[in-house]
């Protein structure tokens, strides 16, 4: 089966992008691999870790190092009960980051729902938006549409600090595809150029929500936008690994799990994955593109 192309639209130039008319287009093959940057002191997996510039810029060079397309900074968590931060906090962790990161050749999202973050992160070097509300504020498409830049269309229903709370759906598979797609026609609709869709593991479902969206995620792509996956050391990995509290197994050793996961998004045809360990989702997917693709593995 040949490797499905899929492309993002810029309204300005982004590296390794190629101009067509007025826009700058970034394609790629297969999966593509997006790392996670999180410059916060209470992500549920990296917290804390990469805190200062420094520290985030050597993180970076990793992730580049070991395969990322996408670098996603982000300046606040939205884990289950995160209490929101404001943009001033946000902006002072991650706009130094941003600016480290110029020139570097990969494409830098900013995993942000304030638009004013956005519209900063946007300015200081960020290529595109990761809007873990799925652009629910008209204010974000406009900035994004502005700028010129795609977005990240997200699926949640609540908020961080509440989601987890009693999450219902009539039928999530239906209510989260019709949203998305909503969602995503208007967006387009306003002027953003292009969008990646993705179900959102994990903000506001419960685990059986989660599993319907993971068993039928062909269907979400099957509406021919690009699909991100993120379920990166999420508590799922752990409870459908065994540890049925998901608190037994931490994080940091869900990476098996999650590359397990991710594989089976591959397989339904996702366009990348949003993961902590970029290095073994690289070499896990080069294995099944080589076997999915029928190459001999030296592509
Ligand atoms: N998950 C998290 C954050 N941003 N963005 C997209 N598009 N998809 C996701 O699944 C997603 C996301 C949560 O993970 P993480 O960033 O590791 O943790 P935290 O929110 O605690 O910083």
Redesign the pocket.
Known sequence: MPRETHTLTFNAPVPKAYKSGSAHRYSWEGVALMG?L?V?P??????GQHLGPEAALAQAATLIKDGATVL?V?G????PG?EPVAAETELDRILPVLRGLRGTEVLISV?TYKPEVAAEALRAGAHLV?D?TGLRDPEMVRVCAEIGAPA?V?HMQGT?RTMQRAPHYDDVQRVVLTELRANAERALAAGVPSVML?P????GKTLEHNVTLLRGLFELVALRYPV???????GLIGVLSGDAAGAGVGAGERDFGSVALHLWGAQQGVAMV?V?NVAAHAQALKVWAALEGGADGRA
């Open positions: 996670i999180n916060t209470d992500s549920f997996s990296d917290g996603d982000g606040e968590s939205t884990r995160a995993d990761n873990v990240v997200m961080p993705d959102g593991i994990g903000f991100l996956l993120g379920a990166s050391r999420k949003r902590h």
